[in-house]
């Protein structure tokens, strides 16, 4: 209960200085539309010509864009704000000394303390997408299809956020590694069902670096039904994650010796 309310407190400071700035507010729902639309507008040209993608519906793809633009804005509202810039604000300028004095969990103060309110215009874009995408289905998802839905993307949130403390534990070892770009090039083909994909490099999105959970398996579930095997694997995959990330974590703190050091 206390880290609920350092986030909702660290929310509220974020939200008060982002609408002292209400001309980002327009930006960043245009640039939310573009980005949206364009992805949207590739699926419904596609199934202009065909009526199946890799066995996929136009419905269960506009489910999965949903799904996909909703964890993004998870993402890009509590994740990014703080670990984007981590090796840069946190090891070579030393914001981390500063976290390691405070009464709370260091990991969670350099992981979620800082939120980015108006990325949640994605979160509701995405929602939309995917009532959408459930409206024109064939048939409407269960009440076991939402649940697993729901679980499997609280595990995919857990999955993005350890995959990112993970990186930014590099900076432990390699302060000047800058790994972001790689990540968001990877992070984009979660938009698209791994089923597109040949056999090596969907074996890698689903067992090495897991885009699948992020919104394929998550999309599957809602529309054809759970799967138990596949959702505990999910949760396992979620805990798992978390727990490497904090080993990872405390690792690298045991490195790290203060930016004046």
Not at 29 to 55: E, K
Not at 82 to 98: A, C, Y
Not at 184 to 202: C, E, I
Request: proline letters at 5%; one cysteine or more; hydrophobic letters at 55%.
């Amino acid at each position: 209960m206390k880290l609920l309310r350092l986030l909702a407190a660290g929310f509220s400071m974020s939200l008060r200085r982002s609408v002292a700035f209400r001309v980002n507010l327009v930006f960043d729902v245009v640039l939310a539309f573009t980005g949206l639309g364009t992805a949207i507008a590739a699926v419904l040209i596609v199934f202009t010509r065909a009526d199946t993608l890799a066995g996929w519906s136009k419905a269960e793809f506009l489910v999965l864009i949903g799904t996909y633009q909703l964890i993004t804005g998870l993402r890009t509202t509590f994740i990014d704000p703080n670990l984007s810039w981590f090796p840069e604000t946190g090891i070579r300028e030393g914001k981390l000394d500063g976290y390691l004095l405070q009464p709370a969990p260091s990991l969670f103060l350099s992981s979620l303390s800082l939120s980015s309110p108006l990325q949640l215009i994605q979160v509701v874009l995405g929602a939309g997408v995917l009532t959408w995408g459930i409206g024109i289905a064939d048939r409407s998802p269960g009440a076991a299809g939402v649940v697993s839905w729901l679980v499997l993307v609280v595990a995919g949130t857990v999955v993005t956020w350890a995959l990112s403390v993970l990186l930014a534990c590099l900076a432990f070892w390699a302060p000047k590694l800058q790994l972001d770009v790689f990540y968001h090039s990877a992070w984009q083909l979660g938009r698209y069902p791994t089923d597109v994909f040949a056999r090596p490099l969907r074996i890698l999105l689903t067992y090495v670096f897991p885009m699948a959970l992020i919104a394929s398996v998550p999309s599957t579930a809602l529309l054809r039904g759970p799967q138990l095997g596949v959702l505990l694997a999910g949760v396992l995959a979620a805990a798992g994650a978390a727990a490497l990330a904090a080993l990872a974590w405390r690792a690298g703190l045991r490195r790290y010796t203060g930016a004046t050091s």
